[in-house]
């Protein structure tokens, strides 16, 4: 299994960024993913998951109406739009599918 993040940077506040998650090694388009971040000092803290279809996706309340994950499937890939950007959202981003995460991408949102 191997999962590969990209897209992170430095956005200001009130800024976008959409990562991407190059996935390989099982049956992408049979299971669901997942976006888990880690803010310094912080525990890990999931993010938003999306079923394998892309018919169910779920979001913490932190990221809710700012954050759309989705998927494509023939690209093996699994995205993050990530709208109206804070300085809490400051963290390293990791997908993560089949039990295995990523090594993440650091976002740091500052102006």
């Known amino acids: 299994v191997r999962l590969a993040e990209s897209g992170g940077g430095l956005v200001q506040p009130g800024g976008s960024l959409r990562l991407s998650c190059a996935a390989s090694?099982?049956?992408?388009?049979?299971?669901?993913m997942s976006w888990f971040r880690q803010a310094p000092g912080k525990e890990r803290e999931w993010v938003a998951t999306?079923?394998?279809?892309?018919?169910?996706?779920n979001y913490a309340n932190s990221v809710k109406d700012r954050f759309t994950i989705s998927r494509d499937n023939p690209k093996n890939t699994v995205y993050l739009q990530m709208n109206s950007l804070q300085p809490e959202d400051t963290a390293v981003y990791y997908c993560?599918?089949?039990?295995?995460y990523g090594q993440g991408t650091q976002v740091t949102v500052s102006s």
């Open positions: 090694g099982f049956t992408f388009s049979s299971m669901p």
């Open positions: 993560s599918g089949v039990g295995a």
């Open positions: 999306i079923g394998s279809a892309s018919r169910d996706r």
